[in-house]
């Protein structure tokens, strides 16, 4: 679908290498002030070109609301936001035109609709992120001013090298957006070095909710865990998605995993006076969903991002004549692609959070 969600529905729709990427943003609520400098600052985190370890595609970025919007305040009416295109380079494609690329969408697409967009990738292409950004800038906004709620995403793991010393506040100081600063050079060095060899490689990020709403979920087949991890594995380079105990719970027991309960007085994420017995575990085994519900605890979740597809080594590969070929891409690609699922993470978390709290809301 080209739509997702179920109140807040989000509706991405674009080229990559055409004239524009759109996304709509349905059912947003009225009279909230957007801040066009914290969209521009979000877009120009998942862009191509800010590092060596991206795509040296130049894309601008610069976008314009065409709808939903007044005085610089949301109307409660279809948000609609335009991204033009300003680097496409179509012809880059032409030596792939009649090929099936390993590990792409190609041979997919040629088999299930019988035509290809060998040149824009049709929703194939990264570019569509893009459209999710855009709106996950506005529903990120709304959450931490109404909630206090923050997202941060950061690269955990790039081959042996995993960041263990977490500090959130150092993402945005290093190429690779890790919260380890003693191991972000090594990551870095190791991408540079499969780069290099015209190669890339598997990474893991790890995302974290700070203040999140509390009480949310949806029963049987909407609960928050089954959003998120829906959320995650529709990013199209997400091939995996772990929830706190990650795949390890197979060495726990049901006695070791369980935790008792115990009240601290914590003031409400939401300020006013006072405090509140907040009910919670000691090491939070449960990362703030307990039977699917969400408390004030913090979320934790790891996903698994595959290589990029598109690598500059000679490969072997069949035409649409079913004839064996080798070819060699000519085209920009991403020596490693961590950095730019960063902010993707972060948009496909808040709209689901989002999402939710306009169910929860709709029901009281």
């Known amino acids: 679908m080209n739509t997702f969600w179920k109140i807040l529905q989000i509706t991405t729709f674009w080229e990559s290498h055409w004239v524009a990427v759109w996304v709509t943003i349905d059912w947003f609520p009225s009279n909230f002030k957007i801040n066009l400098d914290f969209i521009k600052q979000e877009l120009d985190r998942r862009k191509t070109g800010q590092s060596r370890l991206v795509s040296q595609r130049?894309?601008?970025?610069?976008?314009?609301?065409?709808?939903?919007?007044?005085?610089g305040k949301t109307t409660g009416h279809p948000i609609m936001i335009i991204i033009y295109n300003s680097n496409a380079?179509?012809?880059?494609?032409?030596?792939?035109?009649?090929?099936?690329?390993?590990?792409?969408?190609?041979?997919?697409?040629?088999?299930?609709?019988?035509?290809?967009?060998?040149?824009?990738?049709w929703r194939?292409?990264?570019?569509?992120?893009?459209?999710?950004?855009?709106?996950?800038?506005?529903?990120?906004?709304?959450?931490?001013?109404?909630?206090?709620?923050?997202?941060?995403?950061?690269?955990?793991?790039?081959?042996?090298?995993?960041?263990?010393?977490i500090d959130l506040s150092i993402i945005e100081?290093?190429?690779?957006?890790?919260?380890?600063?003693?191991?972000?050079?090594?990551?870095?060095?190791?991408?540079?070095?499969?780069?290099?060899?015209?190669?890339?490689i598997w990474g893991i990020l790890e995302c974290t909710v700070k203040n999140p709403l509390k009480n949310l979920w949806e029963p049987t087949f909407w609960k928050i865990k089954a959003r998120l991890a829906d959320a995650m594995l529709s990013i199209w380079a997400v091939q995996g998605f772990e929830y706190w105990a990650w795949f390890d719970v197979?060495?726990?027991?049901?006695?070791?995993?369980?935790?008792?309960f115990t009240?601290?007085?914590?003031?409400?994420?939401?300020?006013?006076?006072g405090v509140e017995n907040f009910i919670h575990s000691p090491n939070n085994n449960y990362w703030w969903i307990l039977w699917w519900i969400t408390t004030w605890e913090d979320i934790i979740f790891r996903i698994a991002v595959k290589p990029t597809s598109s690598i500059y080594k000679p490969q072997k590969t069949v035409d649409i004549d079913w004839n064996s070929v080798e070819f060699q891409i000519r085209w920009r690609h991403d020596p490693c692609i961590l950095p730019r699922v960063v902010p993707i993470v972060e948009s496909m978390v808040a709209l689901?959070?989002?999402?939710?709290?306009?169910?929860?809301?709709?029901?009281r």
Not at 124 to 142: G, P
Request: glycine content about 6%.
């Open 124 to 165: 194939s292409s990264a570019r569509e992120t893009t459209s999710r950004v855009l709106a996950w800038s506005i529903a990120k906004q709304f959450l931490k001013e109404k909630f206090w709620t923050e997202i941060f995403a950061y690269t955990k793991q790039v081959g042996k090298f995993i960041a263990k010393n």
């Open 58 to 71: 130049k894309e601008l970025e610069e976008f314009e609301i065409v709808s939903g919007v007044f005085d």
């Open 352 to 363: 689901v959070l989002m999402d939710l709290y306009l169910i929860d809301k709709s029901k």
């Open 263 to 273: 009240t601290s007085p914590q003031c409400s994420p939401l300020g006013g006076e």
């Open 173 to 200: 100081n290093n190429a690779i957006r890790t919260a380890d600063s003693e191991i972000a050079d090594d990551m870095i060095k190791l991408i540079a070095n499969f780069a290099g060899n015209w190669d890339t």
């Open 89 to 121: 380079k179509s012809k880059d494609y032409d030596n792939v035109k009649n090929l099936f690329r390993p590990n792409h969408a190609d041979l997919t697409y040629h088999q299930k609709y019988g035509i290809r967009d060998y040149k824009w990738g």
């Open 250 to 260: 197979i060495n726990e027991t049901g006695n070791s995993y369980n935790e008792w």
